[in-house]
Every structure is written in structure tokens, then in C-alpha cells.
């Protein structure tokens, strides 16, 4: 068994990292060894992320989401200018999360990993029936 939250650590999140990741350095311009300095990673781990050996199964069900997209650009923006503390980066990460869960898209990496989960009506993953 595989919770929701197993889908969220190892596909959502390394998929919200790779949006973030080239945000900060297609927008913004700036170095990798920067971003992964912002964003408390290491340099190879935003390398990976860039040529997609990590993040890259949740990665169009993120591109497909306007209301997460929204958000990766808003903390991009964050991040790049310095204007929130880490307390409020993460609280900023956790909402992009939230709204990954309220538009099924975990639901959907969910049932991918655990194809016994296809044709049910209700989802632990949003709390409720599948939209």
C-alpha cells in the first residue's frame, strides 16, 4: 500500500522542484549553484532536475494545471527576488501541493502507481469522490 503522501514526496514535489528550478533560471537568469543555494538543494540535484533523471513523472500533470502553475510562478518570483522568509516559502510550497491534491492530480500519479486504485469512486488522496 502506498499513501497519498508517498505519491507526494517521490512525484509531486520532485516535479514542483523541476518547474521551480527552470522558472528560476529561465525568468530570472539565474546560475544553478544560485537556485539550488535558494532553494536548499545541491547543485547536482538541480542538474538532475533540469535534465528531468528526477521530477519528470509528475511533471505534465503539472503543466496542465493553470492554478499550479499560478503558484510555481508566484514562490519563482518569491524566491528570485528574496522578498519571503523560509517559513513562508514553505507555506507557499505546501499551498501548491494543496492545490495539486484538490485538482486530482495526485489521484491521478496515485492510481498510476497503484493500478488497484483504477474504478474506485472515492480517493484518499482528495478526501472525497474522484473528480
Known sequence: MKPPCVVTVQYILPA??????????NTYKMRK???????????????QYLK???GDAASAAIERSGRVKELIYDISR??????S?????????C???RAARDEGLICEAHMEMMPSLR?????ACSWGPIR
Open 16 to 25: 514542483l522542484r523541476v518547474a521551480i528550478s527552470k522558472e528560476l533560471i
Open 33 to 47: 549553484a544560485e537556485v539550488a543555494a535558494k532553494m536548499d538543494l545541491t547543485p547536482a540535484a538541480i542538474t
Open 52 to 54: 528531468r533523471s528526477r
Open 78 to 83: 518569491d524566491i528570485a527576488e528574496g522578498v
Open 85 to 93: 522568509p523560509p517559513d513562508l516559502l514553505l507555506m507557499k510550497l
Open 95 to 97: 499551498r501548491i501541493c
Open 119 to 123: 474504478g474506485i469512486e472515492t480517493c
